[in-house]
């Protein structure tokens, strides 16, 4: 059955035909998903989301006699506000990806345990950052509470993805959900949240070695087919949470700041993924494969060039309002100098 891809760039459906996946290919990756499983285990260090929240600035609500919240109270600014916002209600919908992927790689075998493993690992990163900012009353935690509830409810649901293609899905996607974790600790300005998010990201980055190394495998078992799947994933890739609401509007202002946008998105996510499987110096494709890395390579070119436009853009704009601030203030001394 083809598909129809919309591009980020063209905005226009790409159609493609996937490859048909080896019966066997989940069967065959059993010990490199063995291997890599043990390997992720003893790198894996553990830590405790209590240690990243300063319980003492806690406070109770007006529901136990305290004071409910308020914006002022909030040490976070605006673009912090809705990045921590929307990585953590894309944290939240952990049952809708742990369904996504026990169905696709199953529950037997080393696949079930990592599956167990991944799951119970991600589980930590809503924990802690849902106290972090009801501590520390980052955000209103009414408004967080009733987000949760709406995007739980619809949950998410990667359509048809073969477990081919959800593994090389989420080679890219963890390795941007690391990105977008750490950047935001940046513009926090809040060293607790910073180290938080960076203790986040680190966990995002041992998850995208696990799945970029179970790829590689599959690139020389069914190079063909796996070609075709990361093509088609980086050509319709879009992150989990685009479906919960608000996401468009915080995802502008996530860009803007420059927490993740399309200059990242292809610098720090696609393409150091794409040069450790050595997608464009691979030999040994079929007619299908060398077509699959072709839609890949006009996708990237394109995606390059609406990128450049993109840091341009901000740049100018951001140029502007440095200008008209500059002119705001030599408007108020001179006012203050004129009385």
Excluded: C
Excluded at 106 to 113: K, L, S, V
Excluded at 246 to 264: C, P, Q, T, W
């Amino acid at each position: 059955m083809a598909k129809r891809l919309w591009t980020a760039t063209e905005g226009a459906p790409v159609t493609t035909t996937p490859i048909s996946t080896p019966a066997h290919l989940l069967e065959d990756l059993e010990p490199v998903v063995a291997e890599n499983l043990d390997r992720h285990l003893a790198l894996a260090q553990e830590w405790h989301p209590h240690d990243y929240v300063p319980w003492s600035e806690g406070r109770d609500f007006a529901f136990l006699g305290g004071e409910d919240y308020a914006p002022e109270q909030s040490r976070l600014s605006s673009t912090a506000k809705a990045a921590m916002f929307t990585n953590l209600l894309t944290e939240d919908n952990l049952p809708s990806y742990h369904r996504e992927i026990a169905t696709r790689f199953g529950r037997d075998g080393a696949w079930g345990t990592w599956v167990g493993r991944w799951t119970a690992e991600e589980n930590r990163h809503g924990v802690a950052l849902r106290d972090y900012l009801v501590v520390t009353r980052g955000v209103d935690p009414v408004e967080l509470e009733r987000a949760r509830m709406d995007y739980m409810t619809s949950g998410y649901d990667s359509g048809d993805k073969t477990a081919l293609e959800a593994v090389a899905y989420v080679s890219f996607q963890e390795l941007a959900t690391r990105v977008s974790h750490r950047n935001t600790g940046k513009v926090t300005g809040d060293p607790i949240a910073d180290k938080l998010l960076a203790r986040i990201a680190k966990d995002e980055n041992l998850h995208m070695v696990f799945y970029r190394n179970i790829v590689a495998a599959a690139l020389d078992i069914a190079p063909d087919a796996t070609m075709r799947a990361i093509a088609d994933e980086v050509i319709g890739f879009e992150m989990p949470g685009a479906t919960m609401a608000g996401f468009r509007r915080n995802s502008i202002i996530i860009a803007k700041a420059g927490i993740y946008d399309l200059r990242l998105h292809h610098d720090e996510v696609l393409m150091p993924v794409l040069r450790h499987w050595g997608v464009f110096e691979r030999d040994g494709l079929g007619a299908e494969g060398e077509q699959a890395r072709d839609d890949l390579a006009r996708f990237l070119e394109a995606l390059d060039t609406q990128a450049t436009r993109f840091v341009e853009r901000r740049a100018e704009t951001r140029a502007r309002v440095a200008a008209n601030a500059d002119q705001e203030k030599a408007a108020r001394l001179a006012a203050d100098i004129a009385t």
